[in-house]
């Protein structure tokens, strides 16, 4: 196959020579093996088995490692209380400005949308529904850095499509993959505001749709960032992703408080 790969840094456009690969097809599988069951476009009640055998054959593996009974019973409530936990996940999105807004998953996610958490050691993974059916999957991984990720991806997808760089050239802060079939892989740097990277694999026609859809609101909108830092100071409640994926969130603003009299001597 024959692809020319675009490298997007400081404004200029490159295009590469054509160069040939051998690579996986664009799915959650070609990066970790257990999401083979995936498949997009499904009902929640159909990923919701296939999280739950995820959870199943991954606890099997620990259990059948110990002859000890009181860790295979520890193991058993673990595995359990994981299953519920994600059964019970349900995140419908909000309209208008809320903590999502200024979320790592502020440009992946439109009103109404829902999604169902996994919490898997420090990965955290976000599987998003459009209209009760599957369209993306996003992993922030156990190890966050931008180099063993690309890594990951490259070696099941071969060289990104797409290259976007910082504005020295140095750094990729976002690359995309795509292939001949229905989905796309993307990777965005979010080291700096979150200490982690961020990794999707969604539905290519709907991606690109919402997309364009957030990029002329965005158009036609403040940006949520700058909108936020002209409210009130006040004490900030923690962001919710921050918490899932572990980050310090940002030192309250503590209003000011007026100077206590000193006690007059006796």
Not at 111 to 126: C, D, F, K, N, S
Not at 180 to 195: I, K, M, N, V
Not at 246 to 266: E, F, M, N, S
């Amino acid at each position: 196959m024959e692809r020319r790969v675009l490298i997007i840094a400081t404004g200029i456009l490159v295009v590469l020579p054509a160069v040939a690969w051998s690579r996986s097809p664009v799915h959650p599988a070609a990066l970790d093996p257990s999401w083979r069951d995936l498949a997009f476009g499904s009902p929640r009640e159909e990923v919701l088995r296939v999280l739950e055998r995820r959870i199943r054959d991954r606890y099997g593996d620990l259990t059948r490692k110990t002859m000890d009974i009181r860790e295979r019973d520890r193991l058993s409530r673990e595995m359990q209380k994981e299953i519920e936990e994600v059964r019970v996940s349900r995140v419908v999105f909000p309209a208008g400005q809320s903590t999502w807004s200024v979320s790592i998953l502020r440009d992946d996610y439109e009103p109404g949308q829902e999604m169902i958490l996994v919490r898997e050691g420090a990965a955290r993974y976000y599987l998003l529904f459009h209209e009760g059916a599957l369209y993306k999957w996003i992993v922030t991984p156990a190890d966050p850095s931008r180099e063993a990720a690309m890594t990951l991806l490259e070696q099941a997808f071969g060289p990104p499509a797409e290259v976007e760089k910082s504005p020295d050239g140095e750094v990729v802060v976002r690359a995309r993959w795509t292939d001949e079939g229905p989905l796309c892989a993307s990777l965005q740097d979010y080291t700096r505001e979150f200490q982690t990277v961020l990794v999707r694999v969604a539905k290519k026609d709907l991606e690109e749709k919402f997309r364009a859809a957030r990029k002329a609101r965005q158009g036609t909108t403040l940006n949520p960032l700058i909108d936020a830092s002209k409210e009130t100071p006040q004490v900030q409640e923690p962001d919710p992703v921050d918490e899932l994926i572990g980050r310090q969130g940002p030192v309250p603003h503590l209003r000011d408080q007026p100077a206590k009299k000193k006690k007059k001597g006796k």
